[in-house]
């Protein structure tokens, strides 16, 4: 992975599942970022405006620390992973308790500037 043509933006407390999560960001994988954010700001899933912010950061990171060109950044990489699991007991019947989990996710997403994707258009 070349350092000069990538910018990295991570969240590592996403309140959402991990499994939840990777559906949308394997969405936005080899898009480029401007589309993607397209994709992002219109879509119904909540959890589209975390992963928003954390492409808006990516962006924000190639342009301002490795001064590479925002028309031509791809999403290279982007990928999901376990974070914190807060336990809570839910009160049933009979003096028992139940547990309830909630997850919380890491979120990664790399960005690289290259040419065209390599998509031929049909004719």
Not at 7 to 25: E, F, G, H, T
Not at 56 to 61: D, H, L
Not at 83 to 109: E, Q, Y
């Amino acid at each position: 992975m070349s350092d000069n043509t990538t910018a990295i933006a991570r969240d590592n407390m996403v309140r959402v599942s991990p499994l939840k999560l990777s559906v949308m960001v394997n969405a936005i994988i080899n898009m480029k970022a401007s589309s993607a954010v397209n994709q992002l700001k219109f879509s119904q899933k909540r959890i589209s405006k975390n992963i928003l912010k954390v492409l808006n950061s990516a962006i924000a990171n190639a342009e301002n620390n490795k001064q590479l060109d925002i028309d031509r950044l791809f999403i290279k990489e982007a990928f999901v992973g376990k974070s914190l699991r807060m336990k809570r007991w839910r009160p049933r019947a009979k003096g028992r308790a139940a547990s309830i989990i909630k997850p919380f996710s890491k979120i990664t997403i790399i960005l690289e500037e290259r040419l065209e994707s390599n998509k031929k258009e049909k004719a």
